[in-house]
């Protein structure tokens, strides 16, 4: 395995931009999972993906936020008009089945 | 939803140490993971355990499905154990869902 890998691992983006993330997860997991996390909180769950199909969507995520993931491959997250209550650090988790999940890096969101 | 709760939220403890962490869930979850997150903000899994005892080294694991808790074991700590430590409950649905951790600082 090579691992959960997200780019950009910054982004400084002034309010109003759109910004997209990418994730390439772990090669033949079904699962792909986004989540937010700000300073001393858990993970906050966004949304998830099996295979290509995004099966459930947080009530949280305003209709700013998209995802997608073509081909059930990599995933790109999306948000336009972006405000400053939108910095974060914003994760990605793989995983297969049932089984553990693998988280990247992240990309560290700040907009200014 | 599902509720996740941890405890204690803040843990200090000198080297050598042992301590447990517990988590709550409030409904029946499929799986229960434990995660650490180092001071460089990387989540590593630790643990995948629905149900029974796992161990890992210093570490182990244990998830009580019927009484609805998980605990985790760490045992003569060391100052690389430094971190938050999140217990992650997969609902019925697709959700997996965070508590809001368990942060650890081990003094030499």
């Known amino acids: 395995d090579t691992g959960v890998s997200q780019n950009p691992r910054h982004k400084i983006t002034k309010r109003g931009q759109n910004v997209t993330f990418r994730c390439d997860p772990i090669s033949e997991h079904n699962r792909l999972y986004w989540y937010r996390q700000t300073l001393g909180q858990g993970p906050e769950f966004l949304t998830y993906f099996q295979n290509e199909a995004q099966l459930e969507k947080s009530r949280l995520l305003s209709d700013r936020f998209s995802a997608e993931r073509p081909k059930g491959s990599f995933s790109t997250l999306e948000i336009q008009r972006t405000e400053q209550g939108d910095s974060a650090m914003y994760l990605c988790?793989?995983?297969?089945?049932?089984?553990?999940?693998?988280f990247g890096s992240g990309t560290q969101l700040s907009v200014l | 939803g599902i509720q996740v709760e941890q405890s204690p939220p803040d843990l200090i403890l000198q080297e050598g140490a042992n301590s447990t962490l517990r988590c709550n869930f409030s409904?029946?979850?499929?799986?229960l993971q434990w995660f650490h997150q180092n001071p460089w903000g990387q989540l590593i899994n630790l643990f995948y355990i629905p149900s029974g005892t796992k161990q890992n080294g210093r570490l182990s694991a244990t998830t009580v499905a019927t009484e609805r808790y998980s605990l985790l074991y760490i045992s003569s700590s060391q100052t690389t154990d430094s971190g938050v430590y999140f217990c992650a409950a997969l609902t019925g649905g697709f959700k997996t869902i965070f508590g809001a951790g368990t942060r650890l600082f081990v003094k030499a």
């Open positions: 988790a793989s995983g297969r089945g049932l089984e553990k999940l693998f």
């Open positions: 409904d029946s979850v499929n799986n």
